[in-house]
């Protein structure tokens, strides 16, 4: 018997029809032995999220603002619950137990975490496994980061005592015990951390999406789901703005070398998308495709420098990235010719310093002539396959050209596998369309 370690989003613990589904996946597979669990999420538009509902009280808490009501609506939500699963754990007391330390004013990583706590003690009970607190087993330092190998640790010597638990995610603790979160989304991170430490053959991640899609759906109508993808790939696409699972949840398998398989609990028959360290030969020759995926994202500038003989000037590029330093400026991108150097921002880095920017530009580097560019979008088109079919930027620029997108950068990584193209914020969604339709039948 193998062990799978599977993580359910919020969306798929929101209430008591979304945990019967959730149980029912879990015992189809005895090898499902470790479960992590969100906090509730929404049950339908316009409902509320247990996590926003429990950072409301501290605001309330915050501002000497009564919060019982809030609380008592949480309360209510977890009751309804384990009237609707049938299940008797007793919840009044752990209620009570949170009331006393809400009145302490805790911190905000305190607050936010009940909402896993107490769903992972719920959802214990109804599978009938044990309930293990990650609170002593995630850990972090002083400063708040985490302590991997102590971690793997600690989960690794608790486990090995459960042949079966829930796990609460999103939490952990510092050295003095005090509740420590991840950021928002770290249920992700929790459920690799644990795949990782007990040796899983597979990480499940279960949302309410069948995994990922070639292209955003709300721009590119029924796109092609990626039955397979490699870490290499997923990381371009999630810095490119593709998300489905949380961004640093990807690394502590990868260093496991465990495969994340994204599934939906409304389908589960659905096989979803598996993400390996390499995607196999054979799949990507079952799916015939040159690109994995299409992602992209708005309001980005360009600050393309020109001086005559840059290539011998010894430190240029020290300078520019000095001067994005000194300003606490990432760069996204930094294209560069042998007398020419872009450099790319996008908006919300740069927080309306651009001016004092390129008076820094100026004076600093002394370039012949600086041209700004605004309202860019970077388009990222991604693919190991692409290193090794002919004609693939071609196909990409002729497509965008055929769709009068004009395109106002190019840039293409080293490992060949990804292109990006940089075109107005205007011609954003037009682009992917046109490159969508160029590479997928």
């Not at 990480?203 to 709300?218: C, H, I, K």
């Not at 309202?375 to 769709?403: D, E, P, Q, Y």
């Amino acid at each position: 018997m193998g062990i799978k370690v599977a993580k359910f989003g919020g969306s798929s613990v929101a209430d008591g029809i979304q945990l019967t589904k959730t149980k029912a996946i879990i015992q189809q597979d005895p090898d499902r032995r470790y479960i992590v669990v969100s906090a509730p999420g929404k049950r339908f538009e316009g409902d509320n999220k247990i996590t926003d509902l429990l950072y409301l009280c501290k605001t309330h808490i915050e501002h000497n603002l009564p919060y019982d009501q809030l609380f008592q609506v949480v309360a209510d939500r977890y009751m309804a619950v384990e009237v609707n699963l049938g299940v008797d754990v007793d919840l009044l007391c752990y209620f009570d137990e949170i009331r006393e330390n809400l009145k302490k004013n805790p911190s905000s990583d305190y607050i936010a975490s009940r909402g896993e706590y107490l769903n992972a003690i719920l959802v214990a009970a109804f599978l009938g496994y044990d309930f293990v607190d990650t609170a002593g087993l995630i850990k972090f330092d002083a400063k708040g980061k985490l302590l991997m190998e102590e971690t793997d640790r600690a989960i690794r010597e608790e486990l090995s005592g459960h042949e079966r638990a829930v796990l609460p995610g999103f939490y952990g603790s510092t050295p003095d015990g005090h509740i420590k979160t991840f950021s928002r989304g770290g249920s992700d991170i929790t459920g690799a951390l644990v795949a990782r430490a007990v040796g899983a053959d597979v990480y499940e991640n279960w949302t309410d999406v069948s995994g990922f899609l070639m292209a955003d759906p709300r721009i590119v109508k029924n796109p092609k789901q990626i039955q397979s993808i490699s870490y290499k790939e997923l990381r371009e696409l999630s810095y490119m703005g593709a998300g489905v699972l949380h961004e640093d949840a990807i690394y502590p398998a990868r260093m496991a070398n465990i495969p994340i398989n994204i599934r939906n609990t409304n389908n589960p028959d659905d096989e979803g998308t598996f993400i390996t360290s390499e995607a196999s030969d054979e799949s990507r020759q079952a799916e015939d495709r040159i690109i994995t995926g299409i992602a992209g994202s708005k309001d980005f500038t360009v600050v393309a420098l020109y001086k005559n003989m840059m290539s011998s000037e010894k430190g240029f590029v020290r300078r520019i990235l000095g001067i994005l330093d000194d300003y606490d400026i990432n760069f996204e991108h930094l294209p560069s010719g042998i007398d020419t150097v872009s450099v790319v921002m996008s908006n919300k880095s740069i927080d309306g310093r651009l001016d004092d920017v390129l008076d820094e530009f100026e004076s600093r580097l002394r370039p012949d002539s600086i041209d700004v560019i605004e309202n860019i979008a970077l388009i990222a088109t991604v693919g190991h396959g692409m290193s090794k079919r002919t004609g693939v930027s071609a196909a990409l620029f002729t497509a965008l050209a055929n769709a009068g997108v004009n395109i106002r950068m190019i840039d293409q990584g080293s490992s060949e596998m990804n292109i990006i193209v940089g075109v107005e914020n205007k011609d954003f969604e037009k682009a992917i369309r046109a490159i969508y339709e160029a590479f997928v039948q």
